[in-house]
């Protein structure tokens, strides 16, 4: 496994259920993330969260899911630790706050509300093919766009990284 005592952690959100072609971005977000031994989190259930930590574990990174229900069961079969909450959508707050950016690939309403939460956390949030926000008629503009799951990564490292170095 490719991960430091210091790891950098990184969340894969998106819908509980996608496309072949949205879980083939996801799986490769997920791989990507784990080549550049980042600790993948995510809400633990199926669609882009398990086509991300497919991805991260078949590449021998280290996955997180951050399940809504009461049973460490829910979790897809990818997912190496499962933290049960209890919370339903709830557990977003969770998911956002423990990482340093979040990858957001397509999602519906429960993507939308972590999107929210990262934002008022201050947490980046970089997209493939996901939410645009606008307020007042202009768009918002705080969703990074990636062009696709390794500019998203890369993206996603590098603003990590300019924070690690703003805190120094």
Same mark, same amino acid.
């Given at each position: *496994?490719?991960?430091?005592?210091?790891? /950098?952690? @990184?969340?894969?959100?998106?819908?509980?259920?996608?496309?072949?072609? %949205?879980?083939? =971005?996801?799986?490769? #977000?997920?791989?990507?993330?784990?080549?550049?031994?980042?600790? =993948?989190?995510?809400?633990?259930l199926g669609g882009v969260m398990e086509a991300? $930590?497919?991805?991260?574990?078949?590449?021998?990174? *280290?996955?997180?899911?951050?399940?809504?229900?009461?049973s460490r069961h829910e979790a897809n079969p990818?997912?190496? +630790?499962?933290?049960?909450?209890? *919370?339903?959508?709830?557990? /977003? #707050? +969770?998911?956002?706050?423990?990482? !340093?950016?979040? +990858?957001?690939?397509?999602?519906?309403?429960?993507?939308?509300? &972590? @999107?929210?939460?990262?934002?008022?956390?201050? %947490?980046?949030? @970089?997209?493939?093919?996901?939410? $645009?926000?606008?307020? /007042?008629?202009?768009?918002?503009?705080? %969703?990074?766009?990636?062009?696709?799951? +390794?500019?998203? #990564?890369?993206?996603a490292i590098t603003l990590i990284d300019n !924070?690690?170095?703003? &805190?120094?």
């Open positions: *496994m490719r991960v430091s005592n210091c790891a /950098n952690s @990184i969340a894969v959100i998106g819908g509980n259920q996608c496309s072949e072609e %949205i879980a083939r =971005l996801a799986e490769e #977000v997920g791989r990507e993330l784990a080549k550049r031994g980042v600790v =993948l989190i995510c809400g633990g991300a $930590c497919r991805g991260a574990k078949r590449e021998g990174g *280290m996955t997180v899911g951050i399940l809504p229900g009461n990818h997912v190496q +630790i499962p933290i049960v909450t209890g *919370m339903g959508y709830a557990r /977003n #707050v +969770i998911v956002v706050k423990s990482v !340093q950016a979040v +990858i957001a690939v397509d999602g519906g309403y429960g993507t939308l509300s &972590e @999107i929210a939460f990262a934002l008022q956390y201050n %947490i980046p949030v @970089i997209g493939v093919g996901t939410w $645009c926000l606008s307020l /007042n008629g202009h768009e918002d503009g705080r %969703i990074i766009r990636a062009d696709d799951p +390794i500019d998203a #990564v890369s993206k !924070q690690k170095s703003e &805190e120094s």
